[in-house]
């Protein structure tokens, strides 16, 4: 049995809604409007869903989950503050809701394989 168009328009419906949110989100990060950074269960509250049913939409129409495109959001953005700003590594992670340098640190690592410093660097020798 096909599944109804009306169920498959939704979960588009649901992941433009959440990409919105996403960029929104951000950009507050990044602009000083809040200080912390949203879960999964955030964004579902917003969008008055369960938090299971925003992640199983996400997984099914992008195929990842909302925490990892946040996590690549928070990547993307950091690394253009680590390259076109002066700002500390600490500062760069307070405004992302890192209130522990080490965590922003660890967050970067995890997710890059190098320090947010070791990034930094990397990028002035080859400018």
């Known amino acids: 049995m096909p599944i109804p168009e009306k169920i498959l328009s939704r979960k588009d419906e649901i992941t433009a809604e959440f990409m919105q949110l996403v960029d ?4 507050d990060l990044l602009q000083g409007r809040t200080e912390d950074r949203y879960k999964p269960s955030d964004f579902a509250a917003r969008m008055h869903i369960a938090p299971v049913h925003l992640t199983n939409t996400i997984k099914l129409t992008l195929n990842t989950s909302p925490c990892e495109i946040m996590e690549d959001r928070l990547i993307l953005e950091t690394k253009k ?3 076109e700003t002066a700002l500390s590594v600490a500062d760069i992670g307070d405004i992302f809701g890192f209130r522990e340098p080490t965590n922003f640190n660890r967050f970067f690592k995890n997710l890059t394989g190098i320090t947010p410093l070791q990034y930094r660097k990397s990028k002035i020798l080859k400018h």
């Open 81 to 83: 503050m680590l390259e």
């Open 24 to 27: 929104a989100h951000v950009d």
